[in-house]
């Protein structure tokens, strides 16, 4: 017989071997696959789930040189005369001169190739030294947009309706008619277009785009033993001796023909050069 004292031993050893199973029993640490994390922008950071970018030329290229503009924008050009009939040749001559072979400050910083005032103008703007100190200038998105304004801007206005009645490839017209209607306040500025688009052979782009309709503008034959003098605009890169090969001119004639102490000469300045005597 078990006496009580012998059942009260059993029973606190076996409720001791219980208590101990229940305490080291381990935890369940089976793995499940966690949920797809949620990433939420934290304050400052707003760039976790930035949208794709809209693709838009808004800056014209790096230009290297004036034939360098030329091939890329002679195209823009072209498309402009046919559509609004004004010359791609006095187009691209304009945006040369204007805008520095597309260097300048108006065309860096605003797409601003024609030098074109703000005049009314309700976008945006850029103030730049001209005439006078800090006037306003249109500003564009593009390039493209400028060339198009241009050309805007030149059908739009009664005071150079008179350009439109003269022939598409009368670049010589064209160049007098724009300063005779106010565009440039330079008495220079004819002869500084015919000569770069002379020097650069910018009328192939009218032809180009008028094809069998382009009729080339007759001038008037010098008289006997007149000198034709001629003109070339500095452009980047030029020297006196460049412009002597170029037009089998020596540079003192060059320098006697304009009054030239040195051989110093300007970006933009016209000179005047001598070709033979016409027999």
Not at 109 to 114: I, K, P, R
Not at 148 to 161: C, V
Request: hydrophobic share 30%.
């Amino acid at each position: 017989m078990i006496s009580l004292i012998q059942r009260i031993i059993v029973i606190f050893i076996f409720g001791s071997l219980v208590l101990s199973c229940g305490s080291s029993r381990k935890k369940n640490t089976k793995k499940y696959p966690p949920r797809e994390a949620v990433v939420m922008p934290s304050k400052g950071n707003t760039k976790t789930a930035e949208l794709p970018k809209v693709s838009e030329k808004t800056k014209s290229p790096t230009i290297t040189s004036t034939s360098h503009y030329i091939e890329v924008y002679k195209n823009i050009a072209m498309k402009e005369m046919q559509d609004y009939g004004i010359p791609a040749s006095i187009t691209l001559a304009q945006g040369i001169l204007e805008s520095g072979s597309g260097k300048g400050r108006l065309a860096v910083q605003a797409n601003n190739h024609f030098g074109i005032k703000c005049h009314g103008w309700k976008g945006g703007k850029i103030y730049h030294d001209d005439d006078k100190n800090q006037e306003c200038f249109r500003k564009y998105r593009s390039a493209e947009t400028s060339f198009k304004d241009h050309s805007e801007f030149l059908s739009g206005r009664s005071r150079y309706a008179n350009l439109f009645k003269l022939r598409k490839s009368d670049y010589k017209g064209w160049a007098k008619g724009l300063r005779k209607a106010g565009y440039a306040t330079d008495k220079r500025y004819p002869q500084k277009l015919i000569s770069l688009i002379e020097t650069y052979n910018l009328d192939d782009y009218d032809r180009m785009v008028l094809k069998d309709k382009y009729v080339p503008v007759v001038t008037q034959p010098q008289s006997k033993n007149s000198v034709n003098l001629k003109t070339h605009t500095v452009i980047e890169g030029d020297t006196l001796y460049s412009i002597s090969r170029r037009y089998g001119l020596s540079i003192e004639t060059i320098q006697s023909l304009n009054n030239l102490r040195d051989s110093t000469i300007n970006v933009g300045q016209v000179l005047k050069l001598k070709s033979n005597y016409n027999q």
